[in-house]
């Protein structure tokens, strides 16, 4: 492993009572990120998680997919803690200004201001009372407080009112307390709690922490207070407030959070331990050394306690108090821990949210659960495949690329695919063939550009993609690239989004329709393992499994990119390459000195030179070879209404005339449009010396070419004029071409049966119509798969612009990849539709 990430790692372990931890998969699937603040208090609901912070604000991520939906704002001092009231769908918010802030969770709105008593400090914890409506508050200045929504006895209070009772006192004025300010929209209502809802010097110390429960002898609600004196009080709530049950009275040590479990109270405190007092009894019945720092935040359920501390370290503990687990999980205090249906989440000072997928027999229970979508086993499989570094063309990696095709042979088998291995070319990687078929159901077999009539055979859609990935430079990247980790709602890691991600959208589709037992196609997988060199032993593979696939109708693939962020895509174009490099060799067999021979011999530099000079214009426009722009296809109607789409749908103000077709010349540049582009021109000799003659010269060229040209025609031409261009130059030095590597260019029928598909597909599910874009780039087995199976491709792009495939921090937004899986299962469930 790099250096740079060795501490990524799980830390040791060291539970509470000696001996080694049990084996249990804990590991983190997403982390959210928060600028210059630290994470105090979390919240989640079904739709939402948010999370106070530092500076004021309330941030709020989407549960589905883990990105920014909004910031709440409005306080003017720290979130120390947030509340749900889930039956009234309201989130409360408690801060270092003094107020608590009402937000429904639908809207994101603030419905009310509630304005503490005086002098009160920070609110530091918060606790909803269900049963008897009643938000109870914990406040610096030792007190509790309550209020009732539902029992409002007063109008709210005018702003002239409110300024009477700043809560801005010389005794918490600090850097947390910060200056009282009212709300200036006379949309959101403000209240205040009176004196007869105020439990002044509740403790003799701030009240950091505040639960509700019962105890084992009655079923009576009762309110459990924390405190920096040590203390833990018990208060029985009732319809007009709470009444004094009983202390509980330890070492003094700051108690700063509690969990209730089957009559036990857990205490996290200072230092470290965890104090667990019996219910029943009152006596503390145990004491757990379990952290090196202040125990912050504790959580808990029938089965499990989980405690996180300030040293940066989460602990899971098992009903006898042994430790399962433990978690570096931040690289500083981690401040808060909730969880939810099978996650834990936590915050810290590092300003990182972090979601832990957890074994269900250890999930704590929520009254606000998220969504499982992390669970889907698609997101699991990706996981585990992401961990095989498959890169092609390097010899050291090709045990490697040979594990990830077993394993997506196996998957493939367990998803109910007949798969197998199919050996490529000597040396190179196999390809992974996989075919599930429908049984009993008829579909049409159709004409590519017209209604599918009626057929009694079901059709067949062939998958292509790939399974190897490009090469990686570990020190560019962010986390281990072959160590798939989430953050800010995307995933990252090599391959995610080229190609694995999008073959396991396409193959988790199918299953999906499979388990439905409503599949109407047959579906075969052709997954390479040499795309990234150049598809070697594609062609012979493909043909000994032509039997096996059929006649497929239609070519369907994911391997291609939105050209924005927000707005989805078909792909139907792309150009082709001719890679050729270009040598002239001296006569002599060695460099030469230029203070010796300069002048006198031949430089084979200088007419490489004039060579590529005379090949293209800066902007690699090809317009010196005679014949070259010859069969490029003319511009038709109808991609012309493309591209103006393109135009009006992505710019944010409607340009004028001239920066509309200024813009329209530029995107047909780089799709539509032959270039000639040279990548690198080597010298013979050493680098660093600027005094010799190379004896030879040599330079890497590519051509993209497009609809119609031929490739051999291109090549030819290409050829011819540097023969004669070398010709004029009237030289005893000898020109070598040698044309390394041709793939032909793509062009989709638009208008056909399968892309219109593709578009219902892909509107139903991203709720607008996708733009039909082409790309420069090249996949040479597509055109080529066309033409050997005699079938249209179809290429449904899932990932964003900014999905950096090739690059370091490759990645693609859940969103993307779950809703991609969507659209694909839609497109093959299309066949059925005519049925």
Request: charged share 15%; with cysteine.
């Amino acid at each position: 492993m790099n250096a740079k990430f060795k501490n990524l790692s799980l830390a040791p372990s060291s539970p509470g009572g000696g001996g080694s931890e049990p084996d249990i998969d804990v590991h983190c699937f997403q982390s959210l990120y928060h600028k210059d603040h630290s994470v105090l208090s979390l919240a989640a609901t079904e739709y939402y998680i948010f999370c106070g912070t530092q500076g004021s604000c309330i941030h709020v991520w989407g549960a589905q997919d883990f990105l920014p939906r909004t910031v709440l704002r409005g306080h003017t001092g720290s979130v120390f803690a947030l509340t749900l009231d889930t039956a009234h769908n309201i989130l409360y918010s408690g801060s270092g200004d003094g107020t608590v802030r009402a937000w429904d969770t639908q809207t994101l709105t603030c419905q009310f201001v509630l304005h503490s008593g005086p002098n009160v400090g920070d609110i530091l914890s918060l606790a909803y009372c269900p049963e008897f409506d009643t938000l109870f508050m914990g406040c610096q200045n030792t007190s509790i407080q309550w209020f009732s929504p539902s029992a409002i006895d007063a109008n709210p209070k005018s702003s002239g009112e409110l300024e009477s009772i700043s809560q801005n006192s010389k005794f918490f004025d600090s850097a947390t307390s910060q200056t009282f300010a009212l709300d200036l929209d006379p949309s959101v209502e403000h209240y205040m709690v009176y004196d007869q809802h105020i439990q002044p010097h509740s403790h003799y110390g701030h009240v950091y922490a505040l639960t509700l429960g019962t105890l084992p002898s009655s079923d009576a609600v009762v309110l459990f207070s924390g405190s920096g004196d040590g203390q833990v009080k018990l208060w029985t709530v009732q319809a007009d407030g709470i009444k004094p049950l009983r202390s509980l009275k330890g070492e003094i040590a700051n108690i700063f959070s509690m969990t209730l479990s089957e009559g036990l109270l857990f205490c996290g405190c200072q230092d470290g331990a965890i104090k667990i007092w019996d219910l029943e009894t009152y006596h503390i019945m145990w004491v757990l050394k379990a952290h090196t720092d202040d125990v912050l935040s504790l959580t808990s359920n029938q089965q499990n306690l989980i405690s996180a501390s300030a040293d940066g370290t989460i602990k899971i503990w098992d009903k006898n108090f042994e430790c399962l687990h433990t978690l570096a999980a931040h690289e500083g205090i981690i401040l808060t821990i909730a969880t939810a249906n099978g996650y834990l989440v936590s915050g810290g000072s590092d300003q990182v949210v972090k979601f832990w997928d957890i074994p269900s027999h250890i999930a704590t229970v929520s009254p606000s659960p998220l969504p499982p979508l992390y669970r889907h086993a698609m997101l699991a499989t990706l996981e585990r495949w992401v961990a095989y570094p498959s890169i092609s063309g390097n010899p050291r990696y090709q045990q490697d690329c040979r594990r990830a095709a077993r394993f997506l042979k196996t998957l493939m088998e367990q998803l109910g695919a007949e798969s197998y291995l199919v050996p490529g070319a000597y040396g190179h990687n196999p390809l992974v063939f996989g075919k599930f078929m429908v049984s009993g159901h008829t579909s049409p077999l159709h004409s590519p550009t017209q209604d599918p009539p009626p057929s009694p055979v079901a059709p067949t859609v062939l998958v292509y993609g790939h399974y190897d990935v490009f090469s990686v430079d570990e020190d560019l990247w962010d986390s281990p690239p072959f160590q798939m980790s989430g953050r800010n709602g995307y995933i990252y890691g090599r391959g995610v989004t080229d190609d694995k991600g999008p073959i396991l959208a396409m193959l988790y589709a199918v299953h999906e329709l499979l388990q439905e037992r409503s599949l109407p196609v047959n579906v075969c997988f052709l997954i390479e393992g040499e795309e990234e060199n150049g598809s070697i032993g594609l062609k012979e593979a493909v043909a000994s499994v032509r039997e096996a696939v059929g006649q497929p109708d239609v070519v369907l693939l994911s391997n291609s990119y939105w050209m924005g962020e927000e707005l989805p895509c078909l792909t139907y174009g792309l150009r082709g390459s001719i890679q050729a490099t270009v040598n002239v060799i001296g006569k002599r067999q060695q460099d030469v000195h230029s203070g010796v021979s300069g002048g006198a011999v031949a430089e084979p530099l200088q007419i490489m030179l004039k060579l590529l000079a005379n090949l293209a214009d800066s902007e690699g426009k090809v317009t010196a070879i005679p014949g070259f722009q010859t069969d490029v296809l003319p511009v038709s109607d109808r991609e012309k209404q493309y591209y103006q789409e393109i135009i009006n749908r992505t710019e944010a103000e409607p340009p004028s005339v001239e920066q509309a077709q200024q813009r329209i010349q530029g995107l047909m540049s780089r799709w539509r449009y032959p270039a000639l582009t040279v990548h690198k021109v080597e010298v013979s000799g050493p680098h660093n010396n600027d005094s010799i003659i190379p004896h030879t010269a040599q330079a890497s060229v590519s051509m993209r070419i497009v609809p119609n040209q031929s490739m051999e025609a291109i090549t030819r031409l290409f050829t011819n004029h540097l023969e004669t261009l070398f010709a004029a130059q009237n030289t005893d030095c000898e020109l070598k071409i040698e044309i390394r590597k041709q793939a032909n260019w793509w062009l989709g029928d638009t208008t056909n049966w399968y892309f219109k598909a593709a578009e219902k597909a892909v509107e139903k599910h991203w709720g607008t119509k996708p733009i039909y874009i082409r790309e420069g780039g090249t996949i040479g087995s597509v055109p080529w798969l066309e033409s050997f199976f005699a079938a249209s491709a179809v290429n449904i792009p899932l990932g964003q612009s900014s999905d950096q495939a090739h690059l370091c921090n490759e990645r693609i937004r859940l969103k993307n990849l779950l809703v991609g899986k969507d659209v694909i299962k839609d497109f093959f469930r299309s066949f059925g539709d005519t049925v």
